[in-house]
């Protein structure tokens, strides 16, 4: 794609820029440099009062120059090389400006193609769906994954980890790490065959902790070109020759590449206007440094490792917005929430973050990364259904109408947060041979969906 | 010399501004202005620090306080230790009052390290001597360490499931050493369980930040 002949010039910067020792930063150049972006943008989320989706569209636009300015002062951090990677205003702009305004993913019948999205777009969100990292027992990955191939709403999965390979503990940068690369890809395929999906986009490797399992595991036989490949940005805002060595492999290879940086609430970036500055900065970073295709951007609360609550929610809403209005970047919402499978908190939690990310321009739904991603197995293909009918029914609604649903549902969740209903495991809320779910798990999701159709959201 | 309230207050609110700024010279400045005005350092160490310090710690728990003010605080308090109290105290062979050494890194394979920067830095702002070993830490490197440093804990985190194997290699690399009694072990990370620290053999666990903080005060008694 014409932004990825930039890469050698991006290696570049990592080998040139000038030399910074990594505290200084996180302890000061990070910080200082958010504070006086947010002062000299007035960017003062507590002025949107309770409202959880604003519909302040001067805001919107600051938070946008605040984070591009917030990039151009700042840069990036390689630490390999404790170099920052500069980049001036224009050059910048320039791959933001050219960036497409769709990408194509999965192959042959299967393919799908995710596109920008305004404030309010009548159009759907792309959907995928999956336990986005959540360790999972080896004896249950193929039916996890199959459980959620086999929802026909779901346009791409991202996929779970394995707890063991081969029955071995798997070591980071090992051998056992490629195998489990491997074995991601074998199951995982094997998972949308089984569902009639063959094609299906696989979010990968999400296995492969180190550059070796990327690059082995998207070798021939592996992951395709056509699935989309993660790499990541470290928090906050930096680099490293793994994750570039993970980077120039895809480049090389043409592959889809997605991108994403998880800031922490009350991190380095501060509380929620840090936070929605570090959003927007974080898309443009990696569109400038990895040449991505899609990015997301997925904060979590440093007790609860969710993104769910209301301080979080107003940040990544008015961080959506201002990338909707002002950039061509495809940007996805990742749904990190509390609760896990057979809980109704889930489904709140999810319909809450599904509904906001459709009213706020948001490209594609990244999830239900279930019980936060850390419980094993607490992940079912049901929750990934529920998220997508709502996203769907809440396309094109207006921020209003939006932000009112979504603080009747943090209502009823918020202060349950703390308690961690985990809820159960797949084995629980699944048969495990007709891969349906049990009938009280169906029965909560028939229950909550009754609920949200009765507070005016038109699901089917 | 006991300090009148009013003293103390003003000491502690210029720490705190100290910290604010991040101006290690700032607190530097301040504790030798205290020692000149006849505290010694043990009483600045327990009636400045340690308040301000259990002040940040308690409001960071509570997300009233964020991570870069938990890291100047422990930016500005190592600089007065270090600078300050400590040379004097080695003049006077006296004790610091440090609640204990821990050796803190991200295990091996995994370079995330802002939930181990949280660990950190509160446990030094409760009054623990903490070694930063940074990220991707392997096994020899924190036993080493731990040696060097002569420290009473070691403790691990990992953000990732492929590193959580190395955390047992520790344990197993220090009883094979014959080394396993002498120092503590405590794990933390977020695909790490209570249980999966108990299976390998760990004394303490947190789940998050302030959880550490207590493990660690229960595995030293304090």
């Not at chain 1, 919107?60 to 390689?78: I, N, V």
């Not at chain 1, 702009?93 to 309010?120: C, M, W, Y």
Request: charged fraction near 25%.
């Amino acid at each position: 794609m014409k932004q990825t002949t930039r890469l050698l010039d991006i290696l570049d910067r990592a080998e040139n820029g000038p030399i910074v020792e990594e505290s200084q930063w996180d302890m000061f150049l990070v910080p200082d440099e958010i504070e006086r972006v947010r002062s000299e943008f007035d960017i003062h989320l507590d002025d949107v009062g309770d409202s959880i989706v604003p519909q302040d569209d001067a805001l919107a636009d600051r938070l946008f120059d605040a984070g591009l300015a917030l990039a151009e002062r700042l840069g990036a951090y390689c630490v390999s090389t404790s170099r920052r990677m500069q980049f001036t205003r224009n050059e910048i702009l320039n791959p933001i400006n050219v960036a497409p305004l769709s990408i194509s993913f999965g192959e042959d019948l299967d393919q799908h193609t995710e596109h920008k999205r305004a404030i309010e777009d009548p159009a759907h969100m792309t959907i995928k769906g999956g336990g986005v990292g959540t360790p999972v027992p080896e004896d249950l990955y193929l039916l996890v994954h199959q459980s959620y191939a086999q929802e026909p709403l779901i346009d791409a999965m991202i996929n779970c980890t394995m707890e063991r390979v081969y029955g071995r503990e798997i070591r980071s940068r090992s051998p056992w790490e490629i195998l489990t690369g491997w074995h991601e890809a074998e199951l995982t395929k094997a998972a949308c065959k089984r569902a009639g999906r063959p094609g299906l986009a696989l979010g990968c490797v999400e296995n492969a902790v180190s550059d070796v399992a990327e690059l082995s595991a998207s070798s021939y036989g592996g992951f395709s070109r056509r699935d989309w490949h993660h790499v990541a940005m470290i928090s906050e805002f930096k680099t490293d020759y793994m994750l570039l060595n993970k980077l120039t492999h895809l480049v090389r290879t043409g592959s889809v590449i997605h991108s994403f940086y998880n800031t922490i609430y009350g991190g380095s970036v501060g509380g929620k206007d840090g936070m929605a500055i570090a959003i927007v900065c974080g898309c443009i970073m990696l569109q400038m440094i990895y040449m991505t295709n899609t990015h997301s951007v997925s904060p979590s609360h440093p007790f609860l490792d969710n993104d769910t609550c209301p301080e979080i929610m107003v940040a990544i809403s008015v961080a959506q917005q201002a990338l909707a209005r002002n950039s061509r970047l495809l940007t996805d919402v990742v749904i990190t929430p509390v609760g896990g499978p057979g809980t109704k908190i889930l489904l709140y939690e999810t319909a809450a973050m599904a509904i906001l990310a459709a009213a706020s321009g948001a490209c594609g739904l990244i999830g239900p990364r279930s019980a936060a991603g850390t419980v094993p197995a607490h992940v079912s293909g049901l929750e990934a259904r529920f998220m997508a009918e709502v996203a769907h029914a809440a396309a094109g609604m207006s921020r209003n109408d939006a932000d009112s649903l979504v603080r009747r549902l943090v209502a009823k969740y918020k202060d349950q947060l703390d308690k961690k209903p985990i809820g159960k495991s797949f084995p629980e809320v699944y048969d495990l041979v007709t891969l349906k779910p049990l009938p009280h798990w169906q029965a909560i999701y028939e229950e909550v969906k009754q609920e949200l159709k009765q507070m005016g959201l038109n699901l089917t | 010399m006991s300090i009148s309230k009013d003293m103390k207050t003003e000491y502690q609110k210029q720490l705190h501004l100290a910290i604010q700024a991040g101006s290690a010279d700032k607190g530097i400045e301040l504790a030798r202005n205290a020692l000149d005005k006849g505290l010694v350092p043990v009483e600045f160490f327990e009636e400045i620090i340690q308040p301000v310090l259990e002040d940040l710690g308690d409001r960071f728990s509570r997300l009233e306080a964020f991570l870069p003010e938990l890291m100047r605080g422990g930016m500005v308090v190592k600089a007065v230790q270090e600078k300050v109290l400590e040379p004097i105290i080695h003049e006077q062979s006296d004790e610091m009052a440090s609640r204990g050494k821990i050796i803190i890194g991200t295990c091996q394979g995994d370079i995330h390290d802002i939930g181990k920067n949280m660990v950190a830095l509160m446990l030094q702002v409760n009054g623990f001597s903490v070694v930063d070993l940074g990220t991707s830490v392997s096994s020899r490197d924190f036993i080493e360490a731990a040696k060097r440093e002569n420290a009473d804990i070691i403790a691990m985190s990992t953000l990732i499931t492929p590193s959580m194997p190395f955390m047992k290699d520790v344990i197993a690399r220090l009883d094979s050493l014959g080394l396993r009694d002498r120092f503590k072990i405590i794990t933390g990370g977020a695909p790490v369980t209570r249980e999966w620290a108990n299976e390998i053999g760990a004394d303490g666990f947190g789940e998050d930040a302030v959880e550490a903080v207590e493990a660690c005060r229960q595995l030293m008694g304090v």
